[in-house]
Structures are given as structure tokens and as C-alpha cells.
């Protein structure tokens, strides 16, 4: 990194409060992939000089994946161990990379005493465009390309958040192109629901298998994504399909990241 | 007079027979459960207008939707000449509505061609059903009754259109005739086709409009009291199984209180919980559900909707979210016989989880919401499996190896993979 990630412990040591709160996540601070995109939303975050922090090593699990296995008690305490934290922090706004994150905290922490504002990266890219903070120029050109995006369930079905990842996608002058099941009936990639911890149940394919089929029927020279276990599944299909050359997988944060030459 | 008194006894038997079997599915329901669904009046009001009223969810597959909206349409509508057959059946008048002239004439007209397109669309979807044999209609849970259900339910409205049909054409080859009682009214766009079919002797005509007027009748109260053993039960639960439907977004799982309170007193040595009975920690028989899971598997019109969008079943996987409504409802129906058999603390030794949906089942479902996105009826199978998933996983420590790896590694890692908490903000040195 070419600069510094200011985190919330050395802000408050310095007297000062961000404006936004950059919740990293599990994925996002463990995973190599996942990591890129991380460091990708901080590079946008500090190109258009908006004060933010990470909690880093104070950052915990939201609880997630208990939840959706059905483990309410690990998943209240997660939520409360980190709503204490926040709530420390005295923090009002989010940003995060996941769309798992984003759901928990924004729906499911409110009842146990969190509420913040909470926003999904391609929502903050969205509004720094429209803001006029963020154009598509100075890096690498999409022009052109064929791109197609698959909506993150937990972003789309869960929280009605279609328009932001396309709008971020537009200012590019890219060819987008929808998959046949896509918006409110896009397919999973198949790691929701805690499945992205366990081997799938018995069946005749798999479901990030069956949504590459889809998506490479679009002919894509890019597929965008939005959520670090998407990026995951659908870059394992991509692997399985051996189309790693033609086709990449790249969440939204990277692309405008690259577009802007970041 | 004795056709008056035959005709009350069998409206009034048909009437307290569904009145017990609805209040018995009713006290069904209220086994559940509760769940508040109260709030927010006007905009459950919205919801039921849009989806139930409205159909708005039916038309992402366009040639059901159509379909279907001219039986629902032809359903509504022809109550108002059932309105009138019960006048008449019970004052032993004949077209009682007749007075109103020419509205009159166009009323019948109208009930003519929704009658015919009712026909039409039942026999298409019989058609779709047994010789296209459409995917969606199939499944391991659609063996059987409800495979015979359906076409029933289709078989029924047909003969009940052709009935009502084959009425008026006999009653307008009376009327001009000059037959006594039948009086002059109505149109009969549709039926007009059917009067050279009919014989022209006044009594062989007063035979069959009578015997088709009271096989529309009695068919029409005998599938009153088909509908709480059948799927056609939606036409009524569709209304109150939207106004109660999830408004909240469809991401967001409940917090258990029950949990909340353990989890406070662990937290916090000082906090006191206020008094709540002990329960078990999700389900794992139907009454551990809420009234509206139950509800909803009664509304459940097994159209297969959700089924056909749920990235497991379409994977092969034995998850149906269908299926899982059908167990829901077949289990919580076989819960109120052994209520009204054996007495409300009777114990079969059967549950929900196990003997009705398996293991495999909810460990397959990806929470993905693609079903209760795509139930025209806002049904919602995904908190029944994360409810059955919450007790195989609190009560019994019954989750897959890997889940329960996953949530050991959240526990002491605070992270579902096994990395140390000290390198969480490792990634800010890479470039």
C-alpha cells in the first residue's frame, strides 16, 4: 500500500472521528483475493479524500454464517461484542465490502442495540460518481468490453440493491449484458446460507458450476461481482471451466479501482 | 315447495360443514406460535391489494398469469350469479335479477364469456399438466394426491362452466318457446352455439335446465367443502397470507429474545432477565413454528413457483422449498386428528424434522431467498428451515462437521476460518 489505513484506535487517539467506518470483514481481511478488493475500496476511499478508518484488529465476525446455520447464540454474542466496539467508537456510519456484513449489521444489529447508516462499497461508488468525486478515467479502459454482473444475494434479493453495482458499471462506456437469471431472479452462486463453509449437499452439479454455465453463455470478457464469497465461487467455476484466460472475475471496487488507475 | 326446503337444507348443511372444517384449521393455525403481525396497517393493506388482490407476483411468467387471471376474474364474478341462484333456490323465483333490465342482460352476457374463458383456461392447464407435462408440475412431492388435486380442482370448474353454459342455452330455447316461468332475460353470447345441441320439447328442456342448475349448485357447495382438503384453499388464505406477509427486508433473520436474554446475562453478570417461560430453541415439530409458517403451508398452492428458482433443487439437491411447505401442512393436519382424536395432549411420537423433511434438506438451502422472492403468495420456506435449523444446531449440537468447525473457529478466532485474530489487519501491508 502506498499510504497508511488510518485505523479507528489511532483516530481517537488523535481526537478525531471519520466520517465513515470501513467494516472490512472476515473475507475481506483473511482471504488473498478478497484482501485485493479490500485494499481496492481503501484506494478509492483515499483517492477522493473521504476520512475513514478500519477497526483491524478490533474488527470480529459479525456472525454471519452462525446465524444462518442456526446458531443464534454465537451470533447474538458476535453482534454484541461488536456493537459494544462500535458503539465505543461512537460510530454512525458504515461501509463494507460484503454484502453478508452489510445485511447483518445494517437488519439484524439494530434490535440488539446497533443502529448505524449502513452502505454496501458499490452504493459509495455509486454516489461518488453521481457526486461527480469519481469518474472512469486515468487507468485502465473498459470501453467496450463485455461485462456482465452477478447480483450478490444478500445485496439484491435481501436488501432490494439492484441499480448501485449497474450504475457504478455505466460510467465505464462498457457493453453490459444481463445473464438470463439476473436482478430479483439471479441464481446464487451457492455459498449463502453458511454453505460457503461446507461441502455441498448431494446433487448432480454444483451451483457455482451452473451460474459460470450461465454466465459464460453471455460471452463475458468480464464478470463483475460484489461479495467476496461470489468472487470465490464464481472465480473456482471460472477455474473448473479452465476459461481463466478469457474471462476474469472482478468485483466492482477493482474495476473502478483499475479504471481510475488506483 | 320441497325443491325451496331441499335446496335450504343442502345450502345450510354445505355452509355449517365447511364453517367446522375452516374453524378446525383456524384452531390449527393458532397452534403455532406467536409472531406479532400487526404493525403497519395501511402498507399490509397495499400488499394484499397488490400481491393477492392484484396478482402482481403472477405475472413474471406471462401465460399463467393470464390464464390464471381470467379463472380468478371468472371466480369473482360469477358469485354474483351464484347470489342470485340462491334467491331464487330459496324463494322458488326464476332469474330474480331479471328487473334489472338491461344491466341484467349484460351481467349474463358477461358471466357467459368469463364462463367460457374459465373453460378454456382450465382445459389448457390440464392440458400443461398431463400432456406437456411441464417440469414444475413435478417433484417427489408431487406424487399422488396432489397430482390428482390439481386436476380435480381443473376437472371441477370445468364441469361447473359447462353446466352453466348448457342452463342458459336450455333456458333460452324456453323462453322462445314461450315456456311459463321462464321469463324473457339475459344474453347468451356463448351459449346461443350450444341451443341447436339441445332437443325442443318443453319438458326435455326443463329437465336439463333444472338438472344443470342444481348440478351448479350442489357443485358449487360441494367444492366449498373440497377446499380445505385441497390446495385450492389459497382463494381464500391468499388474502390473509399476504396482509401478514414479512414486510422487513427478506436478508433479515429474527433475533431470538429468548437468546438475547442468556446472551445479556453472559455478557454482564448484573443484568437480570425478565421472566419468560422455557422453551426449546427453534423447531422441530410444526408447533414450534409461528401461527404464520403455518398459515402459509395452508395457502401453499403447490404451483412449484419456488421450487423451479431454489439453486439447490435445480442442482439436484434433495431441497424443495415446496416440499417443505407440503410437510408442513401435511404434518400440522395430521397434528389436529390426533387433536381431535385422541385429545390436545396427545403424543404420536412423530415430528416435523426427521419424520417429515430430512437433514439434507435444510443443510442444502443457501438462504438464497430465490422462493419466497417467487411465491405469488408471499409464503416464506426459508424461516421454517432456518427454525428447524436452529434446533438441530441449539438443542441437539447437530450440524455438519464443517459448520460446526466454521463455528468453532468464530468462537475462538472470530472468524469462520482458522487464522489468528493478531494478523486481521495483515492485508494493509500488501499492495
Known amino acids: ?262 | 315447495m320441497v325443491a325451496q326446503i331441499l335446496f335450504l337444507v343442502l345450502t345450510l348443511a354445505a355452509i355449517a360443514l365447511f364453517t367446522v372444517n375452516l374453524r378446525k384449521i383456524i384452531r390449527n393455525i393458532r397452534l403455532g406460535k406467536a409472531v406479532n403481525r400487526n404493525d403497519q396497517p395501511a402498507k399490509r393493506l397495499i400488499t394484499m391489494l397488490r400481491v393477492a388482490f392484484g396478482q402482481s407476483k403472477m405475472v413474471v411468467r406471462p401465460i399463467p398469469a393470464f390464464l390464471h387471471f381470467f379463472v380468478y376474474i371468472g371466480f369473482v364474478i360469477i358469485n354474483i350469479e351464484v347470489l342470485e341462484i340462491m334467491i331464487d333456490g330459496i324463494f322458488g323465483t326464476h332469474r330474480i335479477f331479471n328487473g334489472l333490465g338491461g344491466l341484467y342482460n349484460f351481467l349474463i352476457a358477461s358471466f357467459e364469456i368469463l364462463a367460457f374463458t374459465v373453460w378454456v383456461s382450465c382445459a389448457i392447464f390440464l392440458i400443461r399438466r398431463n400432456i406437456l407435462k411441464l417440469k414444475r408440475f413435478s417433484g417427489v412431492e408431487m406424487k399422488s394426491w396432489p397430482k390428482s388435486d390439481a386436476n380435480y380442482i381443473l376437472i371441477t370448474e370445468i364441469l361447473l362452466m359447462t353446466a352453466f353454459l348448457l342452463m342458459n342455452a336450455a333456458d333460452a330455447k324456453l323462453q322462445s318457446i314461450g315456456a311459463g316461468h321462464y321469463v324473457q332475460a339475459g344474453a347468451f353470447p356463448v351459449s346461443q352455439y350450444l341451443i341447436n345441441l339441445l332437443p325442443s320439447t318443453e319438458s326435455a328442456l326443463v329437465i336439463i335446465e333444472r338438472s344443470c342448475w342444481w348440478f351448479h349448485i350442489i357443485g358449487i357447495l360441494a367444492f366449498l367443502n373440497y377446499l380445505p382438503y385441497s390446495k385450492h384453499f389459497h382463494i381464500i388464505f391468499a388474502f390473509p397470507n399476504t396482509y401478514f406477509s414479512n414486510l422487513e427486508p427478506k436478508g433479515e433473520f429474527t433475533n431470538m429474545a429468548s437468546v438475547t436474554n442468556e446472551v445479556k446475562a453472559m455478557l454482564d453478570p448484573s443484568f437480570v432477565p425478565a421472566e419468560s417461560e422455557p422453551g426449546k430453541f427453534g423447531a422441530k415439530d410444526v408447533t414450534d413454528l409461528t401461527w404464520v409458517n403455518l398459515m402459509n403451508a395452508y395457502t401453499c398452492t403447490e404451483c412449484g413457483r419456488c421450487t423451479s428458482v431454489c439453486p439447490a433443487n435445480i442442482t439436484g439437491k434433495l431441497l424443495s422449498p415446496r416440499k417443505i411447505m407440503m410437510d408442513t401442512r401435511d404434518r400440522i393436519t395430521e397434528v389436529g386428528q390426533n387433536i381431535d382424536k385422541h385429545g390436545a395432549e396427545h403424543q404420536d411420537g412423530k415430528s416435523l424434522l426427521d419424520d417429515y423433511i430430512s437433514r439434507e434438506e435444510i443443510w442444502a438451502c443457501t438462504s438464497c431467498n430465490a422462493c419466497t422472492e417467487a411465491c405469488p403468495v408471499n409464503i416464506d420456506p426459508l424461516q421454517i428451515i432456518v427454525e428447524l435449523r436452529r434446533f438441530a444446531v441449539m438443542e441437539e449440537s447437530q450440524a455438519p462437521a464443517s459448520i460446526n468447525a466454521m463455528m468453532g473457529n468464530i468462537e475462538n478466532n472470530q472468524a469462520p476460518w482458522k487464522y489468528s485474530p493478531a494478523d486481521r489487519f495483515n492485508w494493509a501491508e500488501g499492495s
Open chain 1, 1 to 262: 500500500m502506498e499510504f497508511k489505513v488510518p485505523t479507528m484506535a489511532e483516530l481517537m487517539a488523535a481526537g478525531e472521528e471519520p466520517e465513515i467506518l470501513f467494516w472490512v470483514g472476515c473475507a475481506g481481511s483473511y482471504d488473498e483475493r478478497a484482501q485485493k478488493i479490500t485494499r481496492d475500496i481503501c484506494k478509492i476511499l483515499h483517492h477522493v479524500g473521504i476520512k475513514y478508518a478500519v477497526l483491524g484488529t478490533e474488527e470480529s465476525c459479525t456472525g454471519d454464517p452462525a446465524k444462518r446455520a442456526g446458531n443464534e447464540f454465537l451470533f447474538q454474542m458476535q453482534a454484541m461484542t461488536n456493537i459494544e466496539v462500535l458503539n465505543a467508537y461512537n460510530i454512525k456510519k458504515i461501509v463494507t465490502g460484503c454484502p453478508h456484513c452489510f445485511n447483518t449489521i445494517k437488519n439484524e444489529y439494530p434490535g440488539l442495540g446497533g443502529t448505524y447508516e449502513v452502505i454496501h462499497h458499490t452504493q459509495l461508488i455509486q454516489d461518488l460518481i453521481s457526486e461527480g468525486k469519481l469518474k472512469a478515467e486515468g487507468g485502465e479502459s473498459f470501453k467496450g468490453k463485455k461485462i456482465t454482473y452477478h447480483d450478490p444475494c444478500y445485496l439484491g434479493r435481501a436488501n432490494g440493491i439492484y441499480e448501485a453495482p449497474r450504475k457504478a458499471l455505466e460510467v465505464l462506456d462498457a457493453q453490459l449484458v444481463e445473464m438470463k437469471r439476473c436482478k430479483s431472479n439471479g441464481l446464487c452462486c451457492g455459498a449463502g446460507g453458511a454453505q460457503m463453509f461446507k461441502e455441498p449437499e448431494k446433487g448432480n452439479k454444483d451451483i457455482n458450476v451452473e451460474r459460470v454455465d450461465e454466465a459464460l453463455q453471455t460471452n463475458p470478457q468480464v464478470i463483475a461481482a460484489g461479495c467476496p464469497f461470489c468472487m470465490t465461487m464464481l472465480s473456482d467455476g471460472i477455474k473448473l471451466k479452465d476459461k481463466e484466460q478469457e474471462v476474469k472475475v472482478l468485483d466492482i471496487a477493482e474495476i473502478t479501482a483499475r479504471a481510475n488507475g488506483l
